[in-house]
């Protein structure tokens, strides 16, 4: 039997989130946690995904932590071996490294009542803790497509954020399905390698001008030798995309105008009128996440790419056929079709008080107190749960508004003495029900079908209103949400609410 470890705080991923969180923790005098990583290194996304041409789509001085600013990105749209090489850096600088478990697969976590105490089971040991942290990211689980046949494929078949870069795709007749954010990136890549790129499309996405550049010796001079001056630039890139939650949210009318400059992208790097049609949106902009890209309608007019807008109906041994009865011979599958978001595998891993998954707490959709607190699990704070995506701007915005809390929740239970937090049931329907209102109207709305949105069609995914009012909110623990519970001294036999 291999021995169990015991920490106070136990953190599961070592993305963004993981790191941010134990960064903080170090930084507050919190020494005594974990992180387990399934992989070995840290960086999440950006160790997972190595597809060619992955970068972020928010600019680098944001999509950044903001107590860490790099004066060295390339670029103001950093590649994901910088963006990768960025977070070990990060986490060598802060010294977390040595608290991270590499090659540690969490599979099951419970809540135990008798001892207060998370039980956390991983493929190479036990671990118990006082409080537990899964930041095991919103878009880590590959999304395989639910297509008849897909196992009897007898080529190369792999997934973007699995990227097999042992194999030569040179010469090759490649299936490459999805048009979601990864597949813009890797299909003009590519294109200029393979014999014939069949892009297979569900959804046509709206693609708008891409303003990346790099950053010159001079302005990287410039921020290293004024930081205030990388700060203002990072302030006014925040200003600049928070204003999209104007057409996003209270003004989707607004959008029309965004619409106009994706169309007249559209129409200046497209010549070919069908290419036109079938490459044209039907949902309002902004329903699906919008991407940046001067390299995807090229790449769609090469003489070897076919974009198909035919339903995959069936793969076979060597092929792919779709609804219209045709056959096309490929040497090589790329899923580029995304993540499981809404139905992500911690939910049903995570047992709360009484045994309970996180999946059937959640009957269906999944719900939240400011996507971090869960009524039946005590002591748990989850990173990046339910509303706390974005389609504008960057996510390390959400995760640091979420590491204040969590922390300030950690602070505040060692000074007043309190062992187990767990947020009241009327707080997160109370929450929800405001949300749920504020998605009313909203761009996502407007009827398309999106990884948004749950089964249910409920969106539980996206952040519905500014996001600095969401930095509001998490600034302090708001104990009074929460049901607090001391442990009884030996002798007093009273439990304290
Ligand atoms: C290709 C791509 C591009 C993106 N670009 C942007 C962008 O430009 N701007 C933006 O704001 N956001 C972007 N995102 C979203 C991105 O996921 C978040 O910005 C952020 O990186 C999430 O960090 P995280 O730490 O929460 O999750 P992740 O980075 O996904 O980290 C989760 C970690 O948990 C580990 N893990 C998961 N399950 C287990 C388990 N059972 N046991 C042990 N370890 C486990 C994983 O191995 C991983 O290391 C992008 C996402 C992708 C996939």
């Not at 046949?149 to 490459?176: M, P, Q």
């Not at 030798?225 to 203002?232: D, V």
């Not at 200003?239 to 007249?264: C, D, S, T």
Request: proline share 6%; charged share 25%.
């Amino acid at each position: 039997m291999t021995a169990t470890t015991d920490v106070d705080v136990l953190i599961v991923g070592s993305g963004f989130s993981g790191l941010g969180v134990a960064i903080r923790l170090k930084q507050e005098g919190f020494t005594d946690f974990a992180i387990l990583e399934r992989a070995d290194d840290v960086g999440g996304t950006w160790q997972a995904n190595t597809y060619p041409g992955c970068a972020c789509d928010v600019p680098s001085h944001l999509y950044s932590f903001s107590f860490a600013p790099n004066p060295a990105w390339s670029q103001t749209y950093s590649r994901q071996p910088e963006i990768w090489e960025y977070l070990r850096d990060t986490a060598r600088r802060y010294d977390v490294l040595r608290h991270v478990r590499f090659g540690h697969t969490v599979t099951s976590a419970e809540w135990d009542e008798e001892t207060a105490r998370w039980k956390v089971e991983t493929g190479q040991g036990s671990f118990t803790a006082r409080v537990f942290i899964p930041a095991t990211g919103p878009l880590a689980e590959p999304k395989q497509p639910e297509v008849p046949g897909l196992d009897s494929f007898e080529g190369k078949i792999y997934h973007s954020a699995r990227w097999d870069h042992d194999h030569d795709l040179t010469g090759e007749r490649v299936a490459s399905i999805g048009t979601g954010a990864s597949a813009i990136q890797y299909v003009p890549m590519i294109q200029p390698d393979v014999a014939k790129l069949h892009v297979f499309q569900r959804t046509a996405p709206w693609i708008m001008p891409h303003s990346n550049r790099r950053v010159t010796g001079v302005e990287r001079r410039a921020y290293r030798a004024f930081p205030a001056l990388q700060r203002l630039v990072r302030g006014l890139v925040y200003a600049g995309r928070e204003i999209l939650v104007l057409g996003f949210v209270k003004r989707p009318g607004l959008m029309k105008q965004v619409e106009k400059v994706a169309r007249w992208h559209m129409r200046s790097q497209i010549s070919d009128p069908e290419l036109i049609r079938k490459a044209t949106p039907d949902y309002t902009i902004g329903c699906k996440r919008i991407l940046p890209s001067n390299h995807w309608y090229p790449a769609l007019e090469r003489p070897n790419v076919e974009l198909v807008t035919d339903a995959i109906t069936e793969v076979r041994p060597h092929s792919v056929v779709t609804a219209d009865g045709s056959e096309r011979e490929v040497d090589t599958i790329i899923l580029g079709t995304g993540f499981s978001v809404t139905d992500m595998p911690v939910a049903r891993q995570v047992r709360g008080r009484g045994g309970k998954l996180i999946v059937d707490s959640w009957g269906g959709s999944p719900r939240a107190h400011l996507g971090l607190a869960m009524p039946g699990f005590p002591n748990m704070f989850m990173m990046l749960g339910p509303n706390t995506g974005l389609g504008h701007t960057s996510m390390v915005y959400m995760i640091e508004s979420q590491v204040n809390y969590v922390i300030d929740a950690l602070r505040k239970m060692r000074d007043d003495g309190v062992d187990t937090v767990e947020v009241k049931r009327d707080t997160v329907r109370a929450y929800n029900d405001r949300l749920d209102e504020m998605h009313e109207g909203t761009v996502w709305t407007t009827g398309c079908k999106s990884w948004y949105l749950d089964d249910t069609g409920r969106n539980s995914t996206i952040w519905p209103d500014w996001t600095f009012r969401f930095r509001h909110r998490t600034q302090s623990f708001d104990s009074s949400k929460y049901d607090l519970r001391t442990t009884p001294a030996p002798d007093s036999g009273k439990v304290a609410a």
